[in-house]
T-cell receptor, first 114, second 113 residues
Framework: GAVVSQHPSWVICKSGTSVKIECRSL??????MFWYRQFPKQSLMLMAT?????????EQGVEKDKFLINHASLTLSTLTVTSAHPEDSSFYIC??????????FGEGSRLTVL | DAKTTQPPSMDCAEGRAANLPCNHS???????VYWYRQIHSQGPQYIIH???NNETNEMASLIITEDRKSSTLILPHATLRDTAVYYC??????????????FGQGTILTVHP
């Protein structure tokens, strides 16, 4: 299947700093990418939908000023967690969508805020 | 978006078929049925999707009832590596683009020797 890559796979940062996570579709062009967050023993929660060249659409309850999403090209979307705090520690996962309907996920990025 | 209902957990013996049910009684005509699985601490893995016809690929088969209110994912010969959380999701299609995937709680499938 298609490959979606995330970087970094894990990151530890101090409270108050910002962290950027990259999501790349390696072998196809993704017009739409989705960002999810997953806390331990819970299901994935959709944070936002990212369309190339336009502003992201955030789900209710997700702070757009805290979770900055940029989809600058058809193969790259980035999520920046600004002024991170311990409660932002989570597993962040991106996905990229084919026009034919398949949607593939990255390996996830585990963020730990101290 | 239509919601899905899945049993919280299931067991299966290695080498036997695993049949995972999903109820989506409020599904709309433009919504596809998707199945994903997630192994601990990894991103979800796409398995299969379909609209109304049964589908089969190298991983699994998807059986959708004629009224589309329920479906079954079949792993024909389960292995220990198939132990994972399996998610059944309905995803809308507008005619030109697909909508978002909203995950429920899924079914924890445990394959035992």
């Amino acid at each position: 299947g298609a490959v979606v890559s995330q970087h970094p796979s894990w990151v530890i940062c101090k409270s108050g700093t910002s962290v950027k996570i990259e999501c790349r579709s390696l072998d196809f062009q993704a017009t739409t990418m989705f960002w999810y967050r997953q806390f331990p023993k819970q299901s994935l929660m959709l944070m936002a939908t990212s369309n190339e060249g336009s502003k992201a659409t955030y789900e209710q309850g997700v702070e757009k000023d805290k979770f900055l999403i940029n989809h600058a090209s058809l193969t790259l979307s980035t999520l920046t967690v600004t002024s991170a705090h311990p409660e932002d520690s989570s597993f962040y996962i991106c996905s990229a969508s084919y026009d034919t309907g398949e949607l593939f996920f990255g390996e996830g990025s585990r963020l730990t805020v101290l | 978006d239509a919601k899905t209902t899945q049993p919280p957990s299931m067991d299966c013996a290695e080498g036997r078929a695993a049949n995972l049910p999903c109820n989506h009684s409020t599904i709309s005509g433009n919504e596809y049925v998707y199945w994903y699985r997630q192994i601990h601490s990894q991103g979800p893995q796409y398995i299969i999707h379909g609209l109304k016809n049964n589908e089969t690929n190298e991983m699994a088969s998807l059986i959708i009832t004629e009224d589309r209110k329920s479906s079954t994912l079949i792993l024909p010969h389960a292995t220990l590596r198939d132990t994972a959380v399996y998610y059944c999701i309905v995803r809308p299609f507008s005619g030109t683009s697909y909508g978002k995937l909203t995950f429920g709680q899924g079914t924890i499938l445990t394959v035992h020797p």
